[in-house]
């Protein structure tokens, strides 16, 4: 990674203000899971530790136009403050005199929590102004908040025009695993795509085919290949506009491609559905394809067979529903036995592993689910290409 992290910066008896991804699950005002709150402590307690107080700044869902407390970030506050055996303070905004004041009277080791970016229309328009009075908060800006570096919005992007800019460790982190699947990747290396939609992953099919030795496709956007090829897949979701991209894809890389040969299949979508393993050249009529079935896992184990690295960006079935899960967590349980850097883009595949049983058996668990899919595209990413280069 060529950007600057928070350790090629002097931080002492700075105001360090920071964007983290606090957009954590809540239910009756407190926080569900806070596996993202945890992800951002080696960076907090890396800046306190150097004599520095932390203004900590993060989006929470989607409130409509203006403060709801609903969207209140003061629960992701107590918990964070819970995790670091020390007080957090919490400001009434993200901006303004009040916020101001108390940054300034921050001493060092201190944290203030500030409220909500998106109370303000602003923030997701990029604008320079609210992120201008964001930036006057501070006197450095550390992001690490991978999960929001692909949205140019004032706390991601537009703030660091203003402040001296570094990475924190989990954008560091985010960075160096998800760049050996784009930038100089060990082979063999195997990526693997499922998902619904091959639409919604075109590009990251094209980048990951000039990387990899071969790619693993499932889930729904398996169905669509299959259809390419001219089998009928009956009911299975199948996107009829990407057929021809699909047959253009195997046109020029069949032989580095590999699809279900057999599938769990149902007579409804639908978790009591009635199900059969059948080869997929056999699915009957009113009947559709939820999950791979076990030939199709024995071919996945036999191609990861010695590999060096697995990329995996989306389930290969329906695993929210436990008939149709068997062969994502049995293709979790495959790459944390395989001996090779695995590296889970986030969204479903990091829930996926998690409920496998298997995430700490990961190289790399990605935090950002859109983020990871841009980063895999090949895209700049907006928070990432405004940081300092080293």
């Given at each position: 990674m060529n950007k600057k992290t928070v350790k090629d910066i002097d931080l002492k008896g700075k105001r360090?203000?920071?964007r983290v991804d606090f957009n954590v699950p809540m239910a009756e005002g407190k926080v569900t899971d806070d596996k993202r709150i945890k992800a951002a402590l080696p960076t907090i307690k890396y800046v306190l530790e150097q004599g520095a107080s932390v203004l900590l700044m993060s989006h929470l869902g989607r409130p409509k136009g203006g403060p709801d407390p609903e969207f209140s970030l003061k629960a992701a506050s107590e918990a964070l403050a819970a995790l670091l055996g020390n007080p957090v303070k919490m400001a009434p905004?993200?901006?303004?005199?009040?916020?101001?004041?108390?940054?300034?009277?921050?001493?060092?080791?201190?944290?203030?929590?500030?409220?909500?970016?998106?109370?303000?229309?602003?923030?997701?328009?990029?604008?320079?102004?609210?992120?201008?009075?964001?930036?006057?908060?501070?006197?450095?800006?550390?992001?690490?908040?991978?999960?929001?570096?692909?949205r140019a919005h004032s706390s991601t992007e537009g703030v660091a025009r203003f402040l001296p800019?570094?990475?924190?460790?989990?954008?560091?982190?985010?960075?160096?695993?998800?760049?050996?699947?784009?930038?100089?990747?060990?082979h063999p290396y195997i990526a693997?795509?499922?998902?619904?939609?091959?639409?919604?992953?075109?590009?990251?099919?094209?980048?990951?085919?000039?990387?990899?030795?071969?790619?693993?496709i499932g889930g729904g956007m398996a169905n669509t290949f299959l259809a390419a090829?001219?089998?009928?897949?009956?009911?299975?979701?199948?996107?009829?506009?990407s057929i021809e991209t699909a047959k253009s894809i195997l046109a020029k890389s069949a032989d580095k491609l590999i699809l279900p040969v057999d599938a769990v299949i149902a007579d409804k979508f639908d978790a009591e559905a009635n199900t059969q393993t059948v080869d997929v050249d056999k699915i009957p009529a009113g009947w559709r394809m939820l999950d791979i079935g076990p030939k199709?896992?024995?071919?996945?184990?036999?191609s990861l067979s010695g590999v060096k690295l697995v990329v995996w960006n989306g389930p290969v079935g329906v695993?929210?529903?436990?008939?149709?899960?068997?062969?994502?967590?049995?293709?979790?349980?495959?790459?944390?036995?395989?001996?090779a850097t695995t590296v889970i883009g986030g969204?479903?595949?990091?829930?996926?592993?998690?409920?496998?049983?298997?995430?700490?058996?990961?190289?790399?668990?990605?935090?950002?689910?859109?983020?990871?899919?841009?980063?895999?595209?090949?895209?700049e990413l907006p928070g990432v290409a405004a940081l300092l280069d080293k």
């Open positions: 360090v203000l920071m905004d993200c901006v303004g005199a009040e916020v101001e004041k108390m940054a300034k009277e921050l001493k060092p080791g201190e944290v203030l929590m500030l409220e909500n970016t998106r109370f303000h229309k602003g923030e997701e328009k990029n604008d320079l102004d609210l992120a201008k009075q964001m930036a006057a908060l501070g006197e450095v800006y550390v992001n690490d908040a991978f999960g929001s570096a692909h800019a570094v990475s924190g460790f989990l954008m560091e982190q985010e960075l160096e695993y998800l760049g050996r699947a784009i930038a100089n990747p060990e693997i795509l499922g998902g619904a939609k091959i639409s919604d992953k075109i590009l990251v099919v094209e980048t990951l085919l000039s990387k990899c030795d071969k790619l693993i090829k001219g089998l009928n897949m009956q009911d299975s979701l199948v996107e009829e506009a199709t896992l024995d071919l996945y184990k036999a695993f929210e529903m436990p008939k149709f899960a068997e062969g994502t967590f049995a293709l979790a349980k495959l790459l944390a036995e395989s001996g969204g479903d595949s990091a829930s996926a592993v998690k409920k496998a049983g298997v995430a700490k058996q990961m190289t790399h668990v990605s935090t950002g689910g859109g983020a990871s899919l841009e980063f895999l595209e090949g895209k």
